[in-house]
């Protein structure tokens, strides 16, 4: 019987290329994100009833994916380069120049929670569709935010055969020697 992990908090947020449906070997972490920020999305099944004349209950109940899953969060303050990587556009010198057109943005996501007892929980979205834009602006009591998207698609071998596109896995923290 394994033990149950405690999922709670967010350690780090990172992200990778999104490659033929394979986990990136590394992330390039996220330096803040806002509290409170994060939410998953996970959308219930859309259920497709068969029914028949006289009967009270359904004959059979097929179960159908409903909308996309997806992951929110928030940076406050967002480099240049933050910008740049998850809208688009460009970088000159440190001033993001925002694209014409939506850019069509995937990424490899990882967010890892809190070590509890030894352990921590990391969710993986191996091809994510990004969509992001400035959510909040700055004020007296608060920081611009840029709020990032991340939508589940599904994630493809080269050989064309599907991989799973969502990943949840309970790992041991290894103490540092």
């Not at 920020?37 to 259920?47: H, I, L, P, R």
């Not at 990032?148 to 991989?163: E, H, N």
């Given at each position: 019987?394994?033990?149950?992990?405690?999922?709670?908090?967010?350690?780090?947020?990172?992200?990778?290329?999104?490659?033929?449906?394979?986990?990136?070997?590394?992330?390039?972490?996220?330096?803040?994100?806002?509290?409170?920020?994060?939410?998953f999305?996970?959308?219930?099944?859309?259920?497709?009833?068969?029914?028949?004349?006289?009967?009270?209950?359904?004959?059979?109940?097929?179960?159908?994916?409903?909308?996309?899953?997806?992951?929110?969060?928030?940076?406050?303050?967002?480099?240049?380069?933050?910008?740049?990587?998850?809208?688009?556009?460009?970088?000159?010198?440190?001033?993001?120049?925002?694209?014409?057109?939506?850019?069509?943005?995937?990424?490899?996501?990882?967010?890892?929670?809190?070590?509890?007892?030894?352990?921590?929980?990391?969710?993986?979205?191996?091809?994510?569709?990004?969509?992001?834009?400035?959510?909040?602006?700055?004020?007296?009591?608060?920081?611009?935010?840029?709020?990032?998207?991340?939508?589940?698609?599904?994630?493809?071998?080269?050989?064309?055969s599907?991989?799973?596109?969502?990943?949840?896995?309970?790992?041991?923290?290894?103490?540092?020697?």
């Amino acid at each position: 019987m394994s033990e149950r992990s405690i999922a709670i908090g967010v350690a780090s947020i990172g992200y990778g290329e999104a490659v033929n449906g394979v986990v990136p070997a590394s992330y390039t972490r996220l330096r803040d994100i806002y509290k409170g920020s994060v939410a998953f999305n996970f959308a219930d099944a859309n259920q497709v009833k068969i029914e028949v004349e006289g009967r009270e209950d359904p004959l059979a109940i097929i179960n159908r994916k409903g909308d996309a899953d997806s992951i929110e969060f928030s940076i406050p303050s967002p480099t240049t380069d933050e910008l740049v990587t998850f809208c688009g556009g460009t970088k000159n010198g440190d001033k993001w120049e925002a694209p014409n057109s939506v850019e069509t943005i995937n990424k490899a996501f990882c967010i890892a929670t809190q070590p509890y007892e030894g352990k921590y929980v990391e969710y993986t979205i191996v091809n994510g569709a990004v969509s992001a834009k400035i959510s909040q602006a700055p004020g007296s009591e608060q920081t611009d935010l840029l709020l990032v998207k991340v939508t589940r698609q599904s994630a493809i071998a080269a050989d064309g055969s599907l991989k799973p596109s969502f990943i949840r896995e309970v790992k041991t923290v290894n103490p540092q020697a």
